[in-house]
């Protein structure tokens, strides 16, 4: 029988995981994985004492094994880290993806799931075979899908995963917990970034990056409308926190040297919209679906995402001098470098690949 780890945060959804997996005679060893990190004055800390109890109580109900694996330097190395320098340098970060990547299948894995055959969680995600070769694919519940959250994640990693509840709606998964009586049956979702735990991402980015006062222009004028506190505290397509009259005004470029904000105005300014995504990087995630053809200079029709929604975009992948980029039929609103663009099949259905977004020149 194959060895299965369940990852179990004790929220509804893995908590579901656990009681369908034992409900089909298999019994995962539970594991809760400390993250966030605590600095030297315990700045940060993502408070896990009721998510715990939650989780040892589902453990001991079915009967499962339950350990804790403190993974707090590995966060705060890989993710942490990685979010500050990312946004330092004006980008846009995506800490959720580095997450997924190189910490719940990454150092988890060095540390505890290579004893294991799969790995099971709670995320909104499938998986398929495609001719001998596993794919991440879509859920069901188009609203929750996250698998723009694991397009990082390798054939490895993939070939591992398994995703019990990735073939049902949410209002599903609701209903299973109440019916089974689980503690997380009305917990709500989880929101934000989990290493800053109260704390809000403003003040996070003041005490490591501090504030320098620049202006705020007009894009389209040249116009100085007033001043902000530092770049880093603004992020491309951003309407809130300008305090602006005469508004809405909308973040559409950012010069980091000079740390000027350009601003357009209206709720639908042009220069909140692009037709090009350029890529740094690609990134299949298994089978290279079309890697002879972008050799070849040929165009691939695909659906694509650039932020976590619903609505996938069509748009034509292309390989050019420079790399990678994807052409939409559509303008896209809110291009932020940093960022990490899926690209899906045709059919919206296959993970294919994913790739940071670079500057759009």
């Not at 998510?51 to 001991?60: G, L, N, P, S, Y």
Request: aromatic residues 10%; glycine residues 10%; hydrophobic residues 35%.
């Amino acid at each position: 029988m194959e060895r299965i780890a369940a990852l179990v945060s004790g929220g509804v959804d893995s908590s579901v995981v656990v009681h369908l997996l034992c409900e089909q005679g298999t019994k995962p060893d539970i594991f809760y994985i400390r993250i966030g990190m605590e600095d030297e004055e315990g700045y940060i800390d993502c408070p896990a004492e009721e998510d715990i109890e939650i989780t040892q109580f589902i453990a001991k109900r079915y009967g499962c094994r339950f350990e804790e694996v403190n993974l707090h330097r590995e966060y705060w190395d890989n993710v942490v880290a990685y979010t500050i320098d990312s946004v330092r340098r004006g980008l846009t970060p995506n800490p959720d993806v580095m997450c997924n990547k190189l910490i719940k299948f990454g150092a988890f894995e060095q540390r505890r799931g290579h004893d294991y055959d799969r790995i099971a969680t709670g995320h909104y995600a499938t998986t398929c075979t495609v001719d001998g070769t596993p794919f991440l694919a879509t859920a069901k519940d188009p609203v929750k899908d996250q698998t723009d959250f694991l397009s990082q994640l390798d054939s490895k990693q993939i070939a591992k995963l398994m995703f019990p509840i990735g073939g049902m709606m949410k209002s599903e998964v609701r209903g299973i917990a109440h019916a089974a009586h689980l503690p997380s049956a009305d917990r709500k979702d989880s929101q934000g970034i989990c290493f800053l735990g109260k704390i809000n991402y403003n003040d996070f980015l003041r005490r490591y990056l501090g504030e320098r006062e620049g202006k705020i222009v007009e894009l389209e004028t040249g116009r100085v409308l007033g001043t902000h506190r530092g770049y880093w505290f603004h992020t491309i397509g951003q309407r809130k926190g300008l305090f602006l009259s005469g508004g809405p005004w909308f973040v559409v470029k950012k010069d980091i040297d000079e740390n000027v904000l350009y601003v357009s105005q209206g709720y639908d300014p042009d220069a909140q919209y692009g037709n090009v995504v350029n890529l740094e990087g690609y990134h299949p995630l298994t089978g290279d679906l079309w890697g002879d053809r972008l050799e070849r200079g040929e165009t691939v029709d695909v659906k694509f995402k650039i932020r976590h929604t619903p609505d996938f975009a069509q748009g034509h992948l292309m390989r050019t001098d420079r790399g990678y980029r994807i052409e939409s039929d559509v303008r896209v609103q809110g291009i932020a470098a940093g960022q990490y663009a899926t690209i899906y099949d045709n059919d919206a259905h296959l993970v294919v690949a994913s790739g940071m977004i670079g500057a759009n020149v």
